[in-house]
């Protein structure tokens, strides 16, 4: 048998059907993955970093507009983008007026992945 797991995005767990884990979906150890599904013009993404545990972030935008905001600086991220984050820059991301969704990419240099504790389960 083929070493294959193969999920839709509607077969994903997470919360709110905007943070979806795909890693944990697809069973992906060697790094963090998840499907971000923002509506149109949300707000409410959260301002954040990973300074307390060192993960990098890549972001691939996969449909819709959003912007990244991070420090005094903003970028558009459009299909066909990748965007990286380093661990200590806090950012935001703010989905355009047709919603965004992002595949988010995490690691940290050096390390084994590990799942966070608010994941397992």
Not at 20 to 37: D, T
Not at 52 to 80: F, I, K, M, N
Request: without cysteine; hydrophobic residues 40%; aromatic residues 10%.
């Amino acid at each position: 048998m083929a070493d294959v797991t193969f999920k839709r995005f509607d077969e994903l767990e997470g919360y709110n059907q905007q943070f979806l884990y795909a890693g944990k979906g697809l069973g992906v150890s060697a790094w963090g993955m998840n499907l971000l599904k923002l509506p149109p013009n949300w707000q409410e993404y959260p301002e954040h970093d990973h300074t307390s545990d060192g993960q990098e972030e890549v972001y691939v935008v996969l449909e819709g507009t959003a912007r990244l905001q991070a420090g005094h600086e903003s970028w558009e991220l459009v299909p066909g983008t990748l965007v990286r984050v380093g661990p200590a820059q806090r950012r935001k991301i703010v989905p355009g007026a047709q919603g965004a969704v992002l595949l988010a990419l995490g690691g940290t240099p050096g390390k084994a992945y590990a799942f966070p504790a608010w994941m397992k389960g």
